[in-house]
């Protein structure tokens, strides 16, 4: 059988020099309720490229990505994991179901249009497949709209499509926290994948910010302690993005003028990932929106 991709890359030396087991290690202070982490990723290219699980009491929320499983493994197997909770079928995300599921004996928790994704695996593009290895297929119960952690403390899941249809937040209103999913990742974007729903992305941020939360756990930025005004901070960005897309727009500029005024122009990642990645993607549905 000829080795896939990963197997060349973790025999190659040079790149075994500057992967990296676990890159950082998280941990948020509140007695029962402390909120572990741990970072992993094959590249560090930004915030993008790596992925932090993050476990409170037994429950872990999401998966991380396949090519890091070795290094996730041992972070997890001495640890004590009775529920596993999947917000969106995306790889670095839900990659490793069935193995957490198989070594932990326990049927994960997926948003119930993520999982027949999930349950097939899914053909991905080649940059992805690089940055995260393809997701192995899994078996998942749906998630209920309600129900709790294994200490009886409640968890709602918010429906919030737009990154992906599937997205689903974790917000657990005794402890104030949110486990954002995709729906945080930074204050500002720059960038949007071609299937990604600007104006429903941005009805669920407002959807979040009527919950009561105030720390958000985002597995690509980290542990956001005023979480609440980043999530304002990022609605009110895309809001003036969608009015002065559309204003530049109405003076007649062109597309490609547009997306240079406001967001710089196309870059590598926009050319690599054949413009499924670009700020195209973004500045397109803005001009949409900001018209209306
Ligand atoms: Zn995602």
């Not at 499983?69 to 640890?79: A, E």
């Not at 429906?159 to 486990?179: I, M, N, R, S, V």
């Not at 756990?217 to 005023?226: A, L, M, Q, R, T």
């Not at 710089?264 to 690599?272: A, H, V, W």
Request: aromatic share 8%; glycine share 8%.
């Amino acid at each position: 059988m000829l080795p896939d991709s990963d197997d060349i890359l973790d025999r190659c030396v040079i790149y075994r020099e500057f992967s990296m087991p676990v890159r950082k290690f998280y941990q948020y202070d509140r007695g029962d309720d402390s909120v572990y982490g741990f970072r992993v990723g094959r590249f560090n290219l930004g915030i993008n490229t790596t992925f932090i699980l993050y476990r409170i009491g037994n429950t872990l929320i999401d998966t991380g990505p396949t090519n890091q499983w070795k290094d996730i493994r041992l972070q997890l197997k001495d640890t004590d994991i009775q529920q596993l909770l999947i917000t969106h079928h995306h790889e670095d995300h839900a990659g490793n179901t069935q193995r957490i599921a198989e070594m932990k004996g326990i049927v994960p928790l997926a948003p119930a249009l993520g999982q027949a994704k999930i349950a097939s695996g899914f053909k991905t593009p080649v940059m992805q497949k690089l940055i995260w290895g393809s997701p192995v297929p899994a078996k998942t119960d749906t998630m209920p709209e309600e129900f709790t952690l294994t200490d009886g403390s409640p968890v709602i899941a918010v429906h919030t499509p737009g990154h992906a249809k599937d997205l689903t937040c974790l917000f657990l209103p005794k402890q104030k926290y949110l486990f954002s999913g995709d729906m945080y990742i930074s204050r500002s974007l720059k960038y949007m994948r071609a299937d990604e729903n600007l104006e429903q992305l941005m009805d669920g941020l407002r959807k979040l910010l009527k919950l009561d939360f105030e720390i958000v756990f985002c597995p690509h930025n980290g542990i956001v302690e005023d979480g609440k005004a980043a999530l304002q901070d990022k609605l009110n960005n895309l809001e003036a993005m969608c009015q002065k897309a559309a204003a530049y727009s109405a003076e007649g500029l062109t597309e490609e003028q547009v997306i240079e005024k406001l967001v710089g122009p196309e870059d590598m990642l926009s050319k690599l990932s054949r413009y499924n990645i670009s700020k195209g993607n973004l500045v397109r549905q803005a001009i949409e929106i900001g018209r209306k």
